[in-house]
């Protein structure tokens, strides 16, 4: 597994990981895909292993920090859609 980059994988590869990281069912996965993921020591048994959860996690936290969904000017957005009043003064 080392020196396996999410770019090394093709979109069977990662659709696989992604399905599998999720918890969903290993039937949903190409059983080609699995075997390779295997191979490449992404997989023991029906289960990820450690690095693949670990390369899933960097992927998606890249992705996070680059999103605009997350930046400096839509925080300022989602904070002035909070709730600051008092729970007493909220409509039920």
Sequence with gaps: MEGISWADLDAEERRAIAILGTGLSIELC??????????????????????????????????????DAYSPESSQSFASCEDNSPASERPS
Excluded: F, N, Y
């Excluded at 048994?45 to 996070?64: F, K, M, N």
């Design 30 to 67: 190409d059983p080609i895909v699995l075997l390779k993921l295997k191979w490449l020591g992404l997989m023991v048994g029906s289960h990820l292993t450690a690095a693949a959860h670990d390369l899933r996690r960097r992927v998606i936290l890249e992705e996070i920090q680059t999103s």
